[in-house]
């Protein structure tokens, strides 16, 4: 597919989009169908983390960029299937490319005949809406006549290059699961992290703002039951062969999550979308 402004290049033997755009410079990958490396013509720096250990090979998720989690979210009832589902693990192919000087759409679909389970029921697209913001609009097809239960997210990691000068705010008075202690409890207005988070927020309307040394970042979305804060902090980020140990200081992921088991009906599609800005600035502590 020939386009302007994308290039294709081979990292580690696998294919990576590089993108160049009057108004963005962006990388999507071939491996996970997702997108690793995002900054608007302003930005001095990556929107979006990227472990310095992450494995573009091929052999494993990437640790970091905006990893799709999907058909589950988390861990399977089936300890044998892998965490957060298939897409991350598989390749994708680009099905289309289409710009104008103020942006880019490019549309990848999920070789689901590669999962070592049968997905065939189920078709996955992502699509990505890029100019001087990011949106991620992931579908779902049920292509069968039966009912089908999903979960998913968007695991978004945020390139906040601090951590201690960054708010999580917008999850204000929100139930939430503490995963960590698997106790429920309410978000505060401002979120500080300073340890381990793991929590997923209960909202299908929360717009929320991550005010960090590296812009705000505004985050929404669409058609989402839960969004999904976590940093591993030092000791898990240490257990992880994939993140780098400091990097849990310049790392959140905000995620754009069904977690409560959504239901995809006979031969209708379903859309989950992750929309990101950036306000230039950010709070002086
Ligand atoms: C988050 C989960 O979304 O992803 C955490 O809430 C999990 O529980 C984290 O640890 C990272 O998962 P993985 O499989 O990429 O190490």
């Known amino acids: 597919m020939r386009q302007k402004y994308l290039k294709t290049e081979m990292i580690e033997g696998q294919v990576l989009y590089s993108i160049e755009h009057p108004k963005f410079k962006a990388k999507i990958s071939q491996h996970g169908g997702q997108l690793v490396s995002f900054m608007d013509t302003s930005s001095k720096q990556d929107w979006l983390w990227l472990s310095r250990k992450a494995s573009l090979f091929g052999d494993r998720a990437i640790r970091g960029g905006a990893p799709i989690c999907w058909p589950w979210f988390g861990p399977s009832s089936n300890s044998q299937l892998p965490q957060h589902g298939y897409a991350r693990l598989l390749s994708w192919d680009l099905i289309s490319c289409e710009s104008d000087e103020n942006q880019m759409m490019i549309r990848l679909s999920c070789k689901l005949d590669e999962a070592a389970i049968d997905l065939s029921h189920l078709s996955l697209v992502v699509e990505y809406i890029l100019?001087?913001?990011?949106?991620?609009?992931?579908?779902?097809?049920?292509?069968?006549?039966?009912?089908?239960?999903?979960?998913?997210?968007?695991?978004?990691?945020?390139?906040?290059?601090?951590?201690?000068?960054?708010?999580?705010?917008?999850?204000?008075?929100l139930p939430f699961l503490d995963q960590l202690t698997n106790s429920k409890?309410?978000?505060?207005?401002?979120?500080?992290?300073?340890?381990?988070?793991?929590?997923?927020?209960?909202?299908?309307?929360?717009?929320?703002?991550?005010?960090?040394?590296?812009?705000?970042?505004?985050?929404?979305?669409?058609?989402f039951d839960s969004v999904v804060v976590w940093n591993p902090w030092q000791d898990k980020a240490k257990l992880m062969s994939d993140f780098d140990d400091m990097g849990y200081q310049q790392m959140i992921c905000v995620e754009m999550a069904n977690t409560q088991g959504l239901t995809i009906y006979p031969k209708k599609d379903f859309t989950l979308s992750q929309r990101i800005k950036r306000k230039v600035g950010s709070r002086q502590y």
């Open 131 to 173: 100019s001087d913001e990011i949106t991620i609009n992931l579908h779902t097809e049920n292509q069968t006549d039966k009912t089908i239960q999903i979960s998913q997210a968007i695991h978004t990691y945020f390139n906040i290059e601090n951590i201690s000068n960054t708010e999580v705010s917008g999850l204000g008075g």
């Open 185 to 223: 409890s309410e978000g505060e207005r401002d979120l500080v992290i300073d340890q381990e988070v793991d929590r997923i927020y209960e909202t299908n309307n929360a717009i929320i703002e991550l005010n960090s040394p590296n812009g705000i970042f505004e985050i929404s979305g669409s058609h």
